[in-house]
């Protein structure tokens, strides 16, 4: 697989990097093309051996799949180009912010070499929260409380993004956090809907603070909570199923566990820290992705999946702009 990377922003040197140290040496990075000159600058300081494209069609023309990490306004205006150059395409999440065009692109789409990076698609703590599952430690499953928890917004890592991730237009954590713990949910439950929902907004056009909503994962009553301010931690979150059975959670987003019969919670015994994770799980993503461009099977997250997620996203933050409006 030869891999054009566009935007070098935190997403895009993670991936650059996952790719200079990916064991497979079928893997190979063409380059990557972002239109900040700070951006491009870094990379050469930083990645001096990897090649800068000068444009978006040179970056496209170089590679057979391009991983898309700009902002996400521009996420379906780079896939299509891709696409219809004849390339696979592995975008970053949400795969847009304009339900319609989302929903246009996947139709558009169809059965072609297409995927978007959601990383529980390759988590080791969501692969052992499965085997948990299969093996009965649930059982019939009775609810799931969802935690997205941050001390400010947008993190500290993310600050050089913040003049799109702290805008209701096309950031906030619902879209860039919460949305991963959606489709999780999904992959584990089944299709899911959503309830009620209540956003908190500053005044102006900054993203969300607040969120809760409620949802339905097939028979599953789901309890979403979110908010900034309210932790010490940069950011925590928990994903908690329970069943007639027991208890299962994912906490702080590698750490998998089970309640035991003692009470007491209990993590994996291979349990480590998600910066440790972290590269592990992109490594098998560009795995899965080698494989999805020379035709083969693989389960990293659908156009399809990626755009059901997004219109529960954007229906809880529409349903909080209208409360907004309607109190302003």
Known sequence: MQLAILGFG????????????????AIRLTGVWDPAPAAMARLKRDLPDVAHHGTVEAAIASADCVYIASPPKTHLAHARAALAAGKAVFTEKPLGVDLADSQAFVRETRGQRAAVNFVFASSPAVAQLKAWQAAGAVGQPRSLKIETDFQAW???????????????????????????????????????????????????????????????AGDVPVALTGGVGVTEKADHNLWLLEGDAGRIRLRDWSTAERLEADGVWRAAADVRPHEEVRPLILRDQLSKLAAMTAGQPHDLATPAEALAVQEIVEAILARGAQAHRCCT
């Not at 950031?171 to 959503?194: A, C, D, I």
């Open 154 to 216: 947008p993190r500290g890592w993310q600050m050089d993004a913040a003049s799109w991730l702290a805008r209701r237009g096309e950031g906030g954590f619902t879209r860039e956090v919460v949305s991963h713990f959606l489709f999780l949910t999904m992959r584990m439950l089944g299709n899911t809907v959503l309830g009620d929902a209540h956003v908190d907004f500053p005044p102006g056009d900054g993203a969300e603070t607040a969120i809760e909503a409620t949802l339905a």
């Open 10 to 25: 935190v997403m895009g040197e993670r991936l650059t990097r996952a790719a200079l140290d990916h064991p497979d040496p």
